[in-house]
């Protein structure tokens, strides 16, 4: 077909009705130009605007105009080993909601270890209002306080190199902070009316990451993949937290009934599932050589699983209830709604709020031991 030019400030009219995709002869001052072909309205697929349509870019999360996928496996290198973003481009002080951090991931920290510390230690809690409080080595890198409207916060995910974190709210929101990338909102179109995103789980390379709800369903970004969730079961109570496997080939989801469901290659290891319960399970936590787990109860008791027994809460009076446990060392660090903190590993205390609460419940803690 022959190419069409335009004319600038030449009248034309089109001597036939036009059609979309039909050849037509445009009239141009009493000459012709034939074949003159009608394109339909592009509809905007791209979504990073690369350039590339997303049914073609090979990280339609992350602008890569180059598509460089250096070991061909279809995934391109910006998902894989992380690409500059920038996290603040009205350059005011803040990262912007919806917005990764820039730069690429560090390195990748330690996920099976024999329990001993790195060269940095601490932790980050994170309340309902999206403040974060920071402890020992682990640096306060923004709160999510200003974005946060009518959602709350429920979770907060270090990134592997320990310079940065992800704070997500119910309504699936993502905020970044330091080297933590942005990869997307949670799809909540996708969700049953009540259901509610409840926590995050990141990728060992920090290039995607997880969204887990109350119902089970798994909403995999950037280059996480979807192993599989309980969203068409039944569930005998709400998830409440999740981790993926140090592979990122899989990951854990527990219930509030104790009940663990094991996807890809995470590895069943029993779960309170058929036991009455004094309290409701919050968090399951892998154990360090990566065999077992634990699972806590909101009162602080420990279930083990193929792991050690470190130690508990269950039987002491606690001021509030606890909310959330993470591996720490050689055992795990549990944080209750108040902001105290339960150290019950080989790693050091570096401090709670628990003297001193904050205005809005402690949600979820997470750890630094790089």
């Not at 903190?341 to 709670?352: D, K, T, Y």
Request: hydrophobic content about 40%.
């Amino acid at each position: 077909m022959k190419k069409s030019h335009v004319l600038v400030g030449l009248a034309a009219t089109l001597a036939v009705a036009p059609v979309i995709g039909a050849a037509a002869t445009l009239e141009v001052n009493g000459g012709t130009i034939q074949e003159f072909v009608l394109r339909a309205p592009v509809v905007d697929t791209d979504r990073d605007d690369d350039g590339i349509d997303d049914v073609a870019d090979n990280c339609p999360a992350v602008p890569n105009s180059g598509q460089l996928d250096s070991d061909n496996d279809g995934l391109g290198d910006a998902c894989e080993y992380g690409a500059p973003i920038d996290g603040d481009p009205d350059g005011d002080p803040y990262v912007d909601p919806g917005v990764g951090g820039g730069g690429p991931p560090g390195p990748i920290g330690t996920v099976c270890s024999v329990g001993t510390s790195g060269t940095r230690s601490g932790y980050w809690m994170v309340g309902s209002d999206g403040k974060v409080f920071a402890f020992g080595g682990a640096r306060h890198l923004g709160d999510a306080t200003r974005f946060l409207a009518t959602a709350s916060a429920v979770d907060i995910e270090p990134t592997p190199s320990g310079d940065g974190y992800w704070i997500v709210d119910d309504a699936g929101h993502v905020y970044s902070f330091g080297d933590a990338r942005y990869f997307g909102n949670a799809d909540t179109s996708r969700l049953a009316p009540g259901e509610s995103v409840t926590s995050l789980s990141a990728t060992p390379s920090g290039n995607g990451y997880l969204f887990f709800t109350t119902r089970g369903r798994v909403l995999p970004m950037g280059a996480a993949s979807h192993a599989g969730d309980m969203s068409a079961v039944a569930l005998n109570g709400p998830v409440f937290d999740s981790t993926a496997t140090p592979s990122g080939k899989g990951y854990y989801m527990v219930a509030s009934d104790g009940g663990v469901f094991a996807f890809g290659d995470a590895v069943f290891h029993g779960s309170t599932g058929d036991l009455t319960l004094n309290a409701p399970v919050q968090s399951l936590v892998p154990d360090p050589d990566c065999v077992g787990y634990w699972l806590v109860a909101s009162d602080g008791g420990v279930f083990s699983f193929e792991a050690m027994f470190r130690g508990s809460m269950g039987g002491i009076p606690l001021n509030k209830p606890v909310t959330g446990m993470v591996p720490f060392g050689n055992g795990y660090l549990m944080v209750a709604t108040d902001g105290g903190i339960f150290n019950l590993s080989n790693l050091p205390f570096f401090g709670s709020l628990g003297a001193n609460p904050p205005p809005k419940p402690i949600v979820a803690v997470a750890a630094l031991d790089v």
